[in-house]
């Protein structure tokens, strides 16, 4: 009955306003991206795979991180590479684009990156309002120290 709990618990987190709200931004902001630049490896059905993935994984890694779980770190470290490299391999395979190396580079490290800075934006385990007070309270000095 406990790992129900803590199951619903966890998906309760994917379902929160502001996360959908900040996902949902993030998605136009990557499609709108793919139109504009334009690039041989960018559409918008990889932006749409790669940005739930980072979603739904980057939070969780970062906790594995933050917690010092290391034995999820295999499991943490291998969610993060699909997520920015393997989900970008295979989608480009299975649309029959080649996969340049100089692009596969490039896109690993803007990839990271955004798989952090995600991972950071949807880490809180909290509602918008408590987000902001905990922000409001770090920035007057009296955040957690």
């Given at each position: 009955?406990?790992a ?46 790669m ?64 798989y ?30």
């Amino acid at each position: 009955m406990d790992a129900i709990v803590l199951k619903l618990r966890a998906m309760r987190e994917y379902l929160r306003p502001w996360k959908l709200f900040t996902l949902s931004i993030g998605l136009a902001l990557l499609a709108l991206g793919a139109f504009h630049y334009n690039q041989p490896d960018w559409d918008v059905g990889i932006s749409f795979v790669m940005g739930l993935l980072a979603y739904f994984t980057a939070p969780w890694g970062i906790i594995v991180f933050k917690a010092k779980r290391w034995k999820l770190l295999p499991l943490a470290l291998l969610a993060y590479w699909f997520t920015v490299d393997g989900s970008y391999v295979l989608y480009n395979a299975w649309v029959g684009r080649p996969v340049w190396p100089e692009l596969r580079v490039a896109n690993f490290f803007a990839s990271s990156l955004l798989y952090l800075l995600c991972g950071l934006i949807w880490l809180p385990r909290m509602t918008l309002s408590e987000v902001f007070l905990s922000a409001v309270a770090a920035v007057k000095g009296r955040g957690n120290k």
